[in-house]
């Protein structure tokens, strides 16, 4: 009993890789924003079916003048089974249920793991190129984004000073994020890990003024409107202690999800490391 | 009016009661400037801010500390004042900012003028919208109320202010194009006076004190009014006008104070309950005393969340709510046996 019900299973296994796997995805669905930008960057135009509705918004999104050319989904499992996808891409943030409705419906859902360091980009990209069948693609993206990185780390001064990303809200960026990996790389110190942040979490000012950050990085991703959120970002001692130099800001659409676009951030924040 | 001013047992001599609060809300705000996340040499600051150049240490005292003392003890001020004028001029025990709609009623036309863009194209629109919001407010309240009203229509007409304003205020920040609005609706609602700095200091500074000022040589109408007000009348004194006046006065103080710190409930309804007892149950001698009584409150509570071991700081208005609220329902309990 137990014997046939696994070669059956194993039997339906090597029919699903049969069918699916060989072959190249030609109607590829994606339900998140962070796949919908590697899709877009590694698929032929022919395979994508539909990208997220946050795949358009530019504040979010690198890719948002390309995702234009697609239809636009909610990751609702209906609205989703009418595109007729033969591969789903999902990210960690997609409601499990989706996903496990989606696989029991027989779709083939692959979901990508959230990114916090360059090496889960380089990952996340493979990954990705594997899946599209378009290995060559994704090996030229990780090339070229490992080569703006090195080139940009060979000018950079050795002398590391201290910096901060400080967000609405008094937010900031600790160790093993995306931000404190680009912020090491092109000469800084991250305050915030020092201070003893882990992941994304709230830094009070005096903390901040005590470790004299030289500069200070957001991404403000509510441009032009206001709240008493962002008005922490006008407080005049973040001026005062920077001797009067403006916050950067380095585009929430570089880290929201994590990509080759983190080259762009990388050379930006190297960029205001050499003035 | 020396026959009104019988000494009761627990009555103080006015100056020596203004002498002592007003030396327990400077030591307050002293004690403020020395409580942060973290422990710095205040004294060394002290003496670096005074030098031309900003050092860090200067700057947390000057920059950090000092606006949050300054508007913790200002708005606690404004609303201890405002409390005991409301009490007064509506001869309404339970009267006060928060249970008569201003404090909403400011918090909503301060959301409605910061998350719309208006505050940052003219510093005095937040305050304004403020002081706007806290006089449709409390007029809305007096008039669904009635003039004489007595406390239970008083208090039934403010909680359906209150409503309405926390309703529109969700609404408005539901609707605000800052994708941080939404979650600052508790921060209307409960009211903060952490992460300030000296500018919203300077914002909230005119309308508070224009407030006070116009509250300043009401106390002897209040007075009379206690003995109703057809003899308050007959005693030369103009109601209209008197009730004009301290609606103003509130909606100037209140409005501006709620505009920076949200809407910090109950210290205008306790204030004057435990203060008034010492000026011998005179409501133009209770205004001083309250106002220096509010910022005392307002200062010891937010030394209390800034000293209260959790991981993030809790708001201030939590604390004078958890302090407040048994008093009010003691103060219901109270009035229900004097009905009795």
New interface residues.
């Given amino acids: 009993m137990m014997l046939s019900r696994s070669i059956l299973i194993l039997l339906l296994a090597l029919f699903s890789a049969n069918t699916l796997g060989a072959k190249k995805p030609m109607r590829v669905v994606s339900t998140n924003l962070c796949t919908d930008q590697l899709l877009l960057m590694l698929a032929e135009p022919g395979q994508i079916a539909s990208v997220s509705h946050l795949a358009v918004e530019p504040e979010s999104s690198y890719m948002a003048e390309q995702a234009k050319r697609y239809p636009l989904n909610h990751a609702e499992v209906e609205e989703l089974l009418t595109l007729k996808p033969d591969l789903i891409v999902a990210g960690a943030f997609t409601k499990k249920a989706t996903v496990n409705l989606l696989r029991e419906l027989g779709y083939r859902v692959e979901v990508f793991p959230l990114t916090s360091n360059i090496a889960e980009i380089k990952r996340n990209v493979e990954h990705m190129a594997q899946l599209l069948e378009q290995r060559a693609k994704g090996d030229e993206l990780v090339q070229e984004m490992e080569k703006r990185i090195s080139t940009v780390q060979a000018e950079v001064p050795n002398r590391a000073l201290p910096s901060l990303f400080y967000q609405?809200?008094?937010y900031t960026s600790g160790r093993n994020t995306l931000h404190d990996e680009a912020l090491i790389l092109t000469g800084w110190r991250n305050v915030a890990s020092e201070h003893g942040v882990n992941g994304y979490g709230?830094i009070?000012?005096?903390?901040v003024?005590?470790a004299?950050p030289v500069q200070f990085f957001t991404s403000d991703?509510?441009q032009?409107?206001?709240?008493?959120?962002?008005r922490?970002l006008?407080?005049?001692?973040l001026r005062?202690?920077t001797g009067g130099k403006p916050m950067v800001n380095v585009g929430f659409r570089y880290w929201i999800c994590g990509g080759p676009m983190i080259a762009d951030a990388i050379e930006q924040l190297a960029e205001i490391r050499n003035r | 009016m020396s026959t009104l001013t019988a000494k009761t047992a627990s009555e103080m001599n006015q100056g020596m009661l203004l002498a002592l609060l007003g030396l327990l809300v400077v030591s307050l705000v002293v004690i403020s400037l020395f409580i942060?996340?973290?422990p710095?040499p205040v004294f060394q600051a002290l003496q670096e801010s005074l030098d031309d150049t900003?050092t860090?240490l200067s700057?947390?005292l000057t920059?950090?500390r000092l606006p949050r003392a300054l508007i913790a003890a200002f708005a606690g001020a404004t609303l201890g004042l405002c409390g005991a004028v409301m009490q007064g001029l509506l001869r309404n025990p339970l009267a006060s900012p928060g249970l008569v709609g201003s404090s909403s009623g400011a918090a909503f036309g301060a959301v409605a003028v910061?998350?719309?863009?208006l505050?940052?194209t003219f510093w005095a629109a937040l305050p304004l919208g403020g002081m706007l919001g806290a006089l449709g407010a409390t007029l809305l309240v007096y008039l669904l109320a009635g003039r004489d009203a007595s406390i239970v229509t008083l208090i039934l007409a403010g909680v359906a202010i209150n409503s309405l304003a926390l309703a529109l205020i969700s609404l408005l920040l539901n609707l605000?194009?800052?994708?941080?609005?939404v979650?600052?609706i508790v921060?209307w609602m409960l009211g903060s006076v952490a992460?300030h700095?000296?500018?919203e200091f300077w914002i909230m500074l005119p309308g508070v004190l224009l407030g006070s000022l116009l509250v300043t040589g009401n106390g002897r109408a209040l007075n009379a009014l206690t003995l109703g007000e057809d003899t308050a009348r007959s005693m030369g004194i103009n109601i209209v006008r008197l009730r004009w006046q301290l609606f103003l006065a509130v909606a100037l103080a209140v409005g501006s104070a709620v505009s920076i710190t949200g809407a910090i409930g109950f210290v205008g309804l306790v204030i004057p309950h435990l203060l008034r007892p010492l000026v011998g149950y005179m409501p133009g001698r209770l205004l001083p005393v309250s106002a220096l009584g509010g910022a005392a409150m307002l200062l010891m509570a937010d030394i209390a969340i800034r000293l209260f071991p959790a991981g993030?700081e809790i708001k201030v208005g939590v604390l004078t709510a958890l302090v407040g609220a048994p008093f009010f329902l003691y103060l219901i309990l109270k009035t229900r046996r004097a009905q009795l």
């Fill in positions: 609405p809200r008094g709230v009070d000012l005096e903390s003024l005590l004299e991703y509510g032009g409107s206001d709240s008493l959120a962002q922490q006008q407080h005049p001692a005062l202690i | 942060g996340s973290n710095i900003p860090v700057m947390i920059e950090v910061l998350y719309f863009g505050g940052t605000a194009p800052s994708p941080y609005a979650r600052e921060l992460s700095s000296m500018n993030t």
